[in-house]
């Protein structure tokens, strides 16, 4: 049995459906499982992070576990929680949801979420794996209604790049570190095979649709003021300014190996992405 939380998100989403296919035992970790679409199967237990009870019922008899404990600056207690709580239960090897430039500085607040989960995991005794993905190609649904308004998407970021990944890339690395031996121990950096920046994905957008896409980009004040239409606090978005700074300058223009390597194929470039998700930007 395999545990999954955040399983209907975009990445707990993926690695269960990676583990459904294989024909692997799978619990979903959700708030309300009533709603939740899980593959045909899958068993699913309520909670979350925010409630360690339930984290600790729904790990009961499981061996593995795929833990994502941070979505804001104010969950690095819960996500160190996790792993001992995983321990308690007995299970024997856990996957971490990280992020890239976990523990730099330079990137400001949001480089210290995931610090006190990943320690905990080291610490923790078991076989661990940490993953921390790049921008998720994902990311630029958020542009999906400027798009098919014909509007320009709001940019953040300058002419910064990324190494945007396809978080089916990095589900496909969570299930191997779940599944296979060798990934003990290990803390992988998970990249797309380019660096693009927010024009660079609008222009490639743009060509696979077949017209226009804008960009315009925001001043500070504007970026807070479009986080917050996002639904974001002013906590988040004090701690991310440092962070989006951070990539305009061309700090996290970085490629890595990880996925070819892990996956023994190249990593998907956004274009395969945008390509197979063009239908929900307006096709047509």
């Known amino acids: 049995m395999i545990l999954v939380m955040g399983a209907t998100g975009t990445m707990g989403g993926e690695v269960v459906r990676h583990l459904t296919a294989r024909g692997e035992k799978v619990r979903a970790l959700t708030r309300d499982p009533a709603k939740a679409e899980v ?3 899958v068993e699913t237990a309520r909670g ?8 600790a019922a729904a790990l009961a008899g499981a061996d593995a576990a795929f833990l994502v404990g941070v ?14 709580l995983a321990a308690a239960a007995g299970v024997r090897r856990i996957v971490k949801l990280s992020g890239i430039g976990c523990g730099d500085p330079a990137v400001g607040p949001v480089g210290t979420w995931h610090l006190a989960g990943e320690q905990a995991m080291r610490d923790s005794g078991l076989e661990w ?5 790049s921008a998720f190609a994902s990311n630029t649904l958020g542009w999906a209604r400027a798009v098919r308004s014909g509007g320009p998407v709001p940019n953040t970021t300058g002419d910064g790049g990324q190494g945007v990944v396809d978080p089916r890339d990095v589900a496909e690395v969570a299930v191997a570190a779940l599944l296979d031996e060798g990934h003990a121990g290990r803390t992988y950096t ?18 696979i649709l077949g017209r226009p896409v804008g960009t315009r980009d ?3 004040d504007e970026a807070r003021a479009h986080l917050r239409t996002l639904g974001f606090d002013d906590t988040f978005i004090d701690a991310s300014e440092q962070s989006r ?5 061309g700090g996290n223009e970085v490629v890595t190996d990880d996925v070819p390597r892990l996956l023994g194929r190249s990593a998907r470039t956004y274009r395969e992405w945008a390509l197979d998700h063009k239908g929900l930007f307006g096709e047509g």
């Open 71 to 84: 979505f804001g600056p104010g969950d690095s207690e819960q996500d160190r929680a996790l792993p001992a």
């Open 190 to 207: 998970l990249t797309g095979p380019e660096v693009l920046s927010v024009p660079g994905q609008a222009a490639m957008l743009a060509e």
């Open 245 to 249: 700074f951070f990539v305009q300058q």
């Open 48 to 55: 979350g992070p925010g409630d360690p009870a339930s984290v």
């Open 39 to 41: 593959p045909a199967g």
């Open 218 to 220: 925001l001043t500070p």
């Open 129 to 133: 794996t940490v993953l921390r993905p």
